[in-house]
């Protein structure tokens, strides 16, 4: 799939989720749930407006940063190595925000769930193709672990990038368990990732040491 038409794709979705917002504004009241804690529970509201569309103006201004961010890179030429698996990811932002819209409205609506429970295999989605790109990127500006010490070495970034995209996988696969569990789905969702983020950036900085700080050789003796 070229960028663009991943671009298009990208651009119908966001339509799509403007047509969504259109036909359940009227049936929304005045303030609108949008946000709830980790069990679950809703702990916070917004006007009407912003519950019907908020979702479709984000994912669009996500789509510019998305496409034209890379035309800045001064490495641009490296993300010509991996822009199907970019571009596929920019697509599934887009699909997050427009089912992380639908169920929001669901519940607005009177259906009762637990958005939580109900982002898990969204979530988990999301985080395994993550990986998956991760794994395939080369030196930039706009993807990947962008740590001083990966933007210094293209060894570096490469190690870094080949175990970090592993972890963001397992990261995918055990926010998918927050949906069987649903009073651990938020734990189950971002401790995993994060640690997987910790790790990427700790992994760069001793890998970059061992690298380049020279080891001196002992002086036998006479």
């Known amino acids: 799939m070229s960028t663009r038409t991943s671009a298009g794709v990208c651009l119908f979705l966001i339509t799509l989720s403007i047509v969504i917002g259109v036909c359940a504004y009227p049936h929304l009241g005045e ?13 916070g509201y917004m006007p009407r407006f912003f519950g019907a569309f908020l979702a479709p103006i984000i994912a669009f201004f996500m789509f510019l940063l998305v496409f034209f961010a890379p035309r800045l890179d001064p490495m641009k030429a490296n993300i010509a190595y991996f822009r199907k698996y970019y ?13 992380l819209q639908i169920i929001t409205l669901l519940l ?15 979530i988990g989605g999301l985080f395994f193709y993550l990986g998956i790109v991760i794994r395939h990127t080369r030196r930039n500006w706009v993807a990947g672990i962008r740590t001083p010490w990966t933007l210094s070495s293209d060894e570096v970034w490469q190690k870094t990038h080949a175990r970090s995209g592993y972890l963001f996988q397992t990261a995918g696969f055990i926010a998918l368990l927050g949906f069987a569990f649903p009073k651990l789905s938020f734990f189950l969702i971002f401790v995993p990732v994060v640690m997987a983020a910790l790790y990427g950036v700790v992994y ?3 890998l970059y040491r061992k690298l380049n700080v020279p080891v001196t050789k002992k002086k036998g003796r006479s």
């Open 87 to 99: 571009d596929g990811l920019a697509i599934l932002f887009i699909l997050f925000f427009l089912y």
């Open 204 to 206: 760069s900085y001793i």
């Open 108 to 122: 607005n609506l009177g259906y009762t769930s637990n958005i939580v429970q109900l982002l898990s295999p969204a």
């Open 31 to 43: 303030k609108v749930i949008s946000h709830w804690n980790t069990v679950g529970e809703p702990d």
